[in-house]
């Protein structure tokens, strides 16, 4: 059974810090692109960030370049998300997701894990 688990969300103040966690099992995830989406109250998921099979060329959104860090320890099939300086509208559930190199979508997501960020 193939499963994505999140974990590491919770409350945090503006200016704060968290580190989202996803562990992939049933599977072998160490050649496909590994991501985060997030989905705010009233909004549609929306990408955070990505991460090549490797490990190079992470590509992040607009909205958290500079803020957030996407890495991936493909020995343990863990893909992470540092994030740092939060702001109340990084306020979502985020997603950790999994696409096979050669398709288009991303295929595999976890449940989610829900991030609050407090003014």
């Known amino acids: 059974q193939v499963q994505l688990v999140e974990s590491g969300g919770g409350l945090v103040q503006a200016g704060g810090s968290l580190r989202l966690s996803c562990a992939a099992s049933?599977?072998?995830?160490?050649?496909?692109?590994m991501a985060w989406f997030r989905e705010a109250p009233g909004k549609e998921r929306e990408f955070v960030a990505r991460i090549g099979w490797s490990g190079v060329s992470p590509y992040y959104a607009d909205s958290v370049k500079g803020r957030f860090t996407i890495s991936r320890d493909n020995t343990k099939n863990t893909v992470s998300l540092q994030m740092i300086s939060l702001r109340p509208e990084d306020t979502a559930v985020y997603y950790c997701a999994a696409r096979q190199i050669g398709f288009l979508k991303y295929a595999y997501w976890g449940q989610g894990t829900p991030v609050t960020v407090s003014s």
């Open positions: 049933g599977r072998t995830f160490s050649s496909d692109h």
